[in-house]
């Protein structure tokens, strides 16, 4: 049976953000952390090695594959910072055209450092994705 490998665990945060190699990316990773703490009110969790998340929901999918996952997270990874949203938040398209300088992967946002986007357009996609995510998937 598949076994997840991201899951909530007792890392301390900012151990991991202190581990960081790259000074920059450690002073982006504790900006995002003061963002995200402020943007969902929720503390912040180490999920598996490298991903701080906030909140949590459990899923179900049609196939019957369930799990938890954070609401929002990121990761201060040594290419880009990756932040994940809610892929299919009807939202999400809409602010990301106010975002700044970014990529995107399927649920992920990338960014080289917070320097290059708008730092209250980031706060709204946080907010958007999580509310989306708990209207799906009510607890």
């Given at each position: 049976m598949y076994q997840?490998?991201?899951?909530?665990?007792?890392?301390?945060?900012?151990?991991?953000i202190e581990s960081v190699d790259s000074l920059?990316?450690?002073e982006d990773a504790y900006q995002l952390l003061d963002l995200f703490t402020a943007s969902t009110n929720c503390q912040a969790k180490m999920?598996?090695?490298?991903?701080?998340?906030f909140g949590k929901y459990h899923y179900q999918y049609e196939s019957g594959h369930s799990g938890e996952a954070p609401l929002v997270s990121f990761s201060p990874r040594k290419a880009k910072i990756s932040?994940?949203?809610?892929?299919?938040?009807?939202?999400?398209?809409?602010?990301?055209?106010?975002?700044g300088k970014y990529t995107t992967g399927k649920s992920c946002v990338f960014i080289n450092k917070v320097a290059d986007i708008n730092q209250a357009t980031l706060s709204q996609l946080i907010n958007s994705s999580m509310n989306y995510l708990q209207k799906k998937y009510p607890v």
């Open positions: 997840l490998k991201t899951k909530e665990t007792d890392e301390d945060v900012m151990k991991f920059k990316k450690r999920w598996g090695t490298s991903i701080i998340g932040i994940y949203l809610a892929a299919d938040d009807p939202n999400r398209e809409r602010l990301l055209n106010d975002l």
